[in-house]
Each structure stands twice: as structure tokens, then as C-alpha cells.
């Protein structure tokens, strides 16, 4: 069976053309930015490298990433929404948010999700399938960021999340590799503050990564008692509250970061004021940014979102204890751009 040249970070690639290929080391740079940086796919294409050299990389490895299925687009939003195709015929989904000049695309690490979140639509109503590969999860960037050129749209992606379909930590070897991809400057050459990884709260191996690659963290905490946490999200008895707490300490921040905090407005069940003193609290060691996400129903959880005059309450308070917020008017949302909402409705055969 070939193997796809998309799995490969730059050293990996080394040893190849090393070691497959009887090849110099530098030729795995030539190939990384055919890949990377001129959006080649056909190995026949890669004209700074000699025919032989083709032919032996022809019987051995192959490109493959997932294909664009279908697009929405929201102009109230700026937001595109892209439901892709992978090579075994599954589905996984990218959000592209244009904001003036910042380009931000929400990516997916896996199909479905094992964490079944109640608030989220891929953990309770898509099946978990598998990890994606790491093709996969740089190919939504690479078909994503073509379709920007080849449509003549101007801006090109400059931020990138880990925020879409799964759980970055739990395929960490792929994430791990996708970002030394999207780092290198031979590759994509994104900066390291403009890629965010967001977790539910899985600790193995989180500031690891994090202070690996010196990139951002969002935590997607929603809750301040295990009680209630454990109750929506059953990652949390597995990692506590505290546990998760002390693993974001060991994170190293520079003067001007923080760690984004994550919190769902959820009504009457989080959104007390009494839940924001305990939030506080429970944060007061941390330097944190707190991001109130009114909640975006799903099918599986019957709540509602926090009223707009709680949400400011709630807000007012962290403000008042010097807590930067910000409160996330969920881009997408008329496309279907809840977690999952987009290949949901493919799967249901609804009409895009
Ligand atoms: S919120 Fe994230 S971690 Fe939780 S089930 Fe959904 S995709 Fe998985």
C-alpha cells in the first residue's frame, strides 16, 4: 500500500529520502514546499526533481486529502462553513471566519467524538468513528486555503483553531505532528501565537504541547463544581476540576498571554452570580480570559440559553474583579456551525 506524503512532518520526510529514496536530505525540504507552500499534488509536478527521483516516489507514496463536499456561506457572519469528504466517504467539517484582516479557521481532529459532551452535537449525535490522520486534519487547510486562491477571495487564512469535530488531545500524536507542519516555516509557517488548541480537559500530555510549541490554550470548562461538571461533561470525572487546574499552572505564559476559559451560558443552571464568584475563585491562580458563549441549543439538551440581562450581569462581575471577558456570539450558527451541526444535517439527508 503507498503512503501519503501529508503524513510525513519534515523529519520524518528526511529519513525517507534518506533511507527509501538513496536520496539527499535537503531533497525532503523540495518536497515539503511543493506540498506546503506551491499547493502541488501531483508528485509529476515537482519539476526541481529529477525524473527517477518521481518515479521511485511514484511507487511508494501517493497525496491523497479530503476533498470540499459542499460550502455555506453567511453574510450576516462572514463565515463559511465546509463540509469535506474524506477518502473512506466520511464527513468532517471547517468553519473559515473572516474578521477584517484576521482569517480564522476552526479545524476538526477527528469524526465525531468519544467525550459526549451533552451540550455538543458531534458527541451525543454523531457516532465516534475514528482519529483523522494527520492529512487530514492539515488537508482541511490546505483544499481550504486553494479554494480561497482559486475563488479569488482575497484573504487568506492567518489563524488557526482546534476547535471543530473531537478532541485534540486524545489523537495527540497527529495534532502533534500537524503542528510542526503548520509552524515550519518550509511548510505553512504559521506563527505559534495565532494557533490555538482548545480542550475539554484531558490532562495527559496538555502542557506538553502547549509549551512545546508555544502556542494557545482554550479550555472548554463550563462548570465550577465537579458535581455539575461530571453531570455534562464525563471527561470531568476522569480529570477533576483541580486536577485539570494544576496541569494549566505547569503551561509557561509570556507577559501579554493568558489561557482562554471557556464557559457556556447555560440558563439557570451556571449562570448565577454565585457561579461567577466561584469561578473567580476556582481561577484566581490562573491568568485567564474568560470567553461566555451563549449556548447554542442541540436536539439532545433541552436548555436554554442565559437571558442577555444575566450574561451582562454575569459579565459585569468578572470585570469587576479585573477578569478581561469576552462574550462569543457564535459565528455560523445560521450555516449549521454548532460542533457537528454540518455533518449532522448530511447525515440526516437534510437540505444544505
Ligand atoms: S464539545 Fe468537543 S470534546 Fe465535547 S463531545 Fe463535543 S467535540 Fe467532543
Known sequence: MKQNLLNFNLKELEKIVIHNLNEPKFRAKQIFQWLYKKYTFNINNFSNISKSTKEKLNTKFEIKKPQIHHISYCEQDNAYKFLLKTEDEKFIESILMICNKRVTLCISCMIGCPLKCKFCATGNELKFIRNLEVSEIVGQFLEINKYLQKNKIK????????????????????VT?????????DAIGISKNKITISTAGIIQ????????FGIKLAVSLHFTTDKQRSNFMPINLKYPIK??????????LNKRDYITIEYLMLKNINDTLNHAKKLVQILSHLKVKINLIPYNPTKTLSVKTSTEQQLNLFAKYLRSKFIPVTVRRSKGQKIKGGCGQFVLSKENHENF
Do not use: A, R
Request: hydrophobic content about 40%; overall charge neutral.
Open 243 to 252: 486536577k485539570l487546574l494544576e496541569e494549566i499552572k505547569k503551561i509557561s
Open 177 to 185: 505532528k500537524t503542528l510542526e507542519i503548520l509552524t515550519n516555516n
Open 205 to 212: 500530555g496538555l502542557s506538553e504541547i502547549i509549551n512545546k
Open 155 to 174: 484573504q487568506k487564512i492567518t489563524n488557526i483553531v482546534f476547535m471543530g469535530m473531537g478532541e485534540p488531545l486524545l489523537n495527540i500524536e497527529n
